[in-house]
């Protein structure tokens, strides 16, 4: 379930129906934002499940792929990248602006067919250029204000499969509605 943003959910549905990709931050989106050290000073970070079947369920059911856009360089990431498929990993990334361009043209896709989730300030840039744009429950403020919808959900708590599951369900109402198209690519 998400609470509309800025828009009205009309214009959610629209923006839903319009993503090709999906991109998210990952401390405070795909994790409830601690980190854990060790004596030996070994990261630690928590996934949830949830989160990650988001993903595939994003891939099989809505032909959406997923991508993470981060400042920060983990290993625990990489390898949570490596088990749910994703190949879109941006790893110590100081310009999103720069990475969301890159991905943009790499693709062949517009603005408008890239959905972005994200928690902080260093996010806020890259929702105000994406097709539709959210954040966790829990966000700052600062992207709550400029966001299309706020996620139920907390970051590392289903955030994610809030608007995994808000996409796919407008890709199937887009696909039921008698005499309506699905917007392709």
């Known amino acids: 379930m998400v609470t509309p943003g800025k828009n009205n959910g009309r214009e959610l549905q629209e923006k839903g129906r319009q993503i090709r990709l999906l991109l998210t931050d990952c401390d405070g989106v795909l994790t409830d934002g601690s980190?854990?050290?060790?004596?030996?000073?070994?990261?630690?970070?928590?996934f949830s499940v949830r989160d990650g079947m988001g993903a595939e369920r994003l891939r099989k059911l809505a032909n959406v792929e997923v991508g993470i856009v981060t400042g920060e360089v983990s290993l625990s990431l990489q390898r949570r990248a490596e088990k749910l498929g994703?190949?879109?990993?941006?790893?110590?990334?100081?310009?999103?602006?720069?990475v969301l361009d890159d991905i943009s043209e790499r693709r062949?896709?517009?603005?408008?067919?890239i959905?972005?989730?994200?928690?902080?300030?260093?996010?806020?840039?890259?929702?105000?250029?994406?097709?539709?744009?959210?954040?966790?429950?829990?966000?700052?403020?600062?992207a709550k204000e400029v966001v299309d919808y706020v996620c139920e959900n907390r970051g590392g708590y289903g955030a994610f499969r809030d608007l995994a599951e808000f996409i796919i369900a407008?890709?199937?109402?887009?696909?039921?509605?008698?005499?309506?198209?699905?917007?392709?690519?």
């Not at 994703?86 to 720069?98: M, N, Q, V």
């Not at 062949?108 to 067919?113: G, H, R, S």
């Not at 972005?116 to 300030?121: A, S, V």
């Not at 407008?170 to 690519?185: I, L, N, W, Y």
């Open 35 to 46: 980190v854990y050290y060790s004596e030996r000073g070994e990261e630690m970070k928590r």
């Open 86 to 98: 994703i190949t879109e990993l941006y790893l110590g990334a100081r310009d999103k602006l720069s």
């Open 108 to 113: 062949n896709l517009k603005l408008e067919q």
């Open 115 to 142: 959905a972005y989730i994200g928690d902080d300030t260093n996010d806020v840039e890259v929702m105000k250029r994406v097709g539709l744009s959210a954040c966790p429950a829990d966000a700052t403020r600062f």
């Open 170 to 185: 407008t890709k199937k109402d887009c696909a039921a509605s008698p005499g309506r198209k699905e917007v392709q690519g």
